[in-house]
């Protein structure tokens, strides 16, 4: 059974950092292109950043790039989410996600398995 396990959601103020990480059992982890997606109230979920299986390459929404910085240790089955220069439009439920395959997607439904989400908020 596949089990994705996000953790490191909280609260901090606007130009905090938080570090968001995802651990998965259950799976080959090394296999799987890894993506962070969010969804804040009334929204559409939405991607924020993604993964290859080997760490090379990294791909992130425009609203986030040069503040969000996408990681992943295999040893650990663990992907995560640095996420600096915070802002309140930040706040959001965030979900780690994983797909088989060798390419980047930015639709949720194109990915295998998702976590419960992590809630982070961002005052002002």
């Known amino acids: 059974q596949v089990q994705l396990v996000e953790s490191g959601g909280g609260l901090v103020q606007a130009g905090g950092s938080l570090r968001l990480s995802c651990a998965a059992s259950?799976?080959?982890?090394?296999?799987?292109?890894m993506g962070w997606f969010r969804q804040a109230p009334g929204k559409e979920r939405e991607f924020v950043a993604a993964?290859?299986?080997?760490?090379?390459?990294?791909f992130y929404a425009d609203s986030v790039k040069g503040r969000f910085s996408i990681s992943r240790e295999n040893a650990k089955n663990t992907v995560f989410l640095q996420m600096n220069s915070l802002k309140p439009e930040d706040t959001a439920v965030y979900y780690c996600?994983?797909?088989?395959?060798?390419?980047?997607?930015?639709?949720?439904?194109?990915?295998?398995?998702g976590g419960q989400g992590t809630q982070v908020t961002v005052s002002s």
């Open positions: 993964i290859s299986w080997d760490g090379d390459s990294t």
């Open positions: 259950g799976v080959r982890f090394s296999n799987l292109f």
């Open positions: 996600a994983a797909k088989f395959g060798l390419t980047n997607s930015r639709r949720f439904s194109d990915y295998n398995y």
